[in-house]
């Protein structure tokens, strides 16, 4: 659990609780000089999504075929970190377009072919499958306490399962197109959706009406841009949307009005998250790059070059002190945020 949290500027001083995924001493993270850290190959092909689990440190990747590849925390930090060739696990008939870490360990996947396994990892025992979806599956996400998994796809709904019973507990309806991206809000009591009808719209899910839906629709000069990424602020008062026309905007998630826009990226911004302390904004591209933004006042802080083909997506590790891109180069880049040693 972070416990203090401060901005110094581009310095960002945190402490994590010392356990499973914690910290001893605060990690100091400064934007402005990260750097490449391990690059993690052997994937099948191009990876489309990958995830971190905090607790076990494990880092899983969702693959064109039809795999997820995972390594383990010493397999990533460790003295030959770059030269581990993946774990592997099977079982889908098509390529893996969604991960979401469920709890601990589990691990549920879903894809091209309409089903999502729920399995423990690293040992790959299949606890579950989840069905219902018409359509290919692009997206999940898990709620904070655990217990609801959000998945949405082709058919344009969004599917809450209950994984208590593994059942789904409600269908929310409203997108005329593809479901590409979803998240949670950090309380639990709101789901973003990105739609491929141009529409972000934030589910309220803690009340008897499920209401309001806030459908966030482009201007009329932007209707070229379709959103497919979108993370919450750690407060939960802001959403980031990355879009095709290769903008990220951020919008209040309290009425849906566009507070700023951020340019940089030359191309699809395939994905967002915010860093833990609300100060930093990380998004990747098509352009191949990840990209440090101060969300703020929407001002660039830092351009990662490394990558050889488009970028698919990132995720957090380490306490928000590493970052994870996966692209259609077959590879995992690490990039490092901690303030360099003297």
């Not at 440190?57 to 795999?67: K, M, N, Q, S």
């Not at 379709?226 to 407060?235: N, Q, T, V």
């Not at 996966?326 to 945020?337: C, E, F, M, Q």
């Amino acid at each position: 659990m972070r416990r203090t949290c401060r901005s110094l500027g581009l310095l960002m001083v945190f402490v994590l609780g010392i356990g499973s995924g914690g910290f001893a001493q605060p990690p100091v993270v400064q934007p402005d000089q990260a750097r490449p850290g391990p690059v993690l190959s052997g994937l099948d092909g191009p990876g489309f999504a990958v995830v971190y689990a905090e607790g076990p440190g494990i880092l899983a990747v969702a693959c064109e075929g039809g795999t997820v590849h995972y390594w383990l925390p010493r397999e990533i930090l460790g003295v030959r970190s770059g030269e581990q060739t993946p774990h592997v696990l099977t079982g889908h008939n098509g390529p893996v377009l969604a991960l979401a870490w469920v709890s601990g360990s589990t691990l549920a996947s879903a894809g091209a072919d309409r089903k999502i396994l729920l399995r423990s990892v690293p040992e790959g025992n299949v606890q579950g499958v989840l069905s219902g979806h018409s359509g290919i599956i692009r997206a999940l996400a898990v709620s904070p306490d655990g217990k609801v998994l959000a998945a949405g796809g082709d058919d344009g709904v969004i599917y809450l399962y209950d994984l208590s019973s593994a059942q789904i507990r409600e269908r929310l309806e409203g997108h005329k197109n593809w479901v590409v991206a979803l998240a949670f809000s950090p309380d639990g009591r709101y789901l973003a959706s990105a739609g491929f009808d141009q529409s972000v719209r934030i589910w309220n899910l803690s009340g008897p009406e499920k209401v309001p839906v806030i459908p966030i629709k482009p201007t009329a000069a932007d209707q070229t841009g379709y959103p497919i990424s979108l993370a919450f602020s750690p407060d939960g008062r802001t959403v980031a949307v990355g879009s095709t026309d290769a903008q990220i905007r951020l919008y209040n998630t309290a009425d849906g009005n566009l507070i700023r826009a951020l340019s940089g990226h030359g191309s699809s911004v395939t994905g967002v998250v915010f860093h833990p302390s609300g100060n930093l904004l990380v998004s990747t591209s098509r352009d191949r790059t990840v990209r440090l933004w101060n969300p703020g006042n929407g001002q660039a802080i830092k351009s990662l070059e490394g990558h050889t083909a488009w970028v698919q997506g990132l995720c957090l590790l380490q306490g928000g002190t590493l970052i994870a891109s996966v692209s259609a180069d077959g590879t995992v880049r690490l990039w490092d945020l901690r303030r360099p040693e003297k």
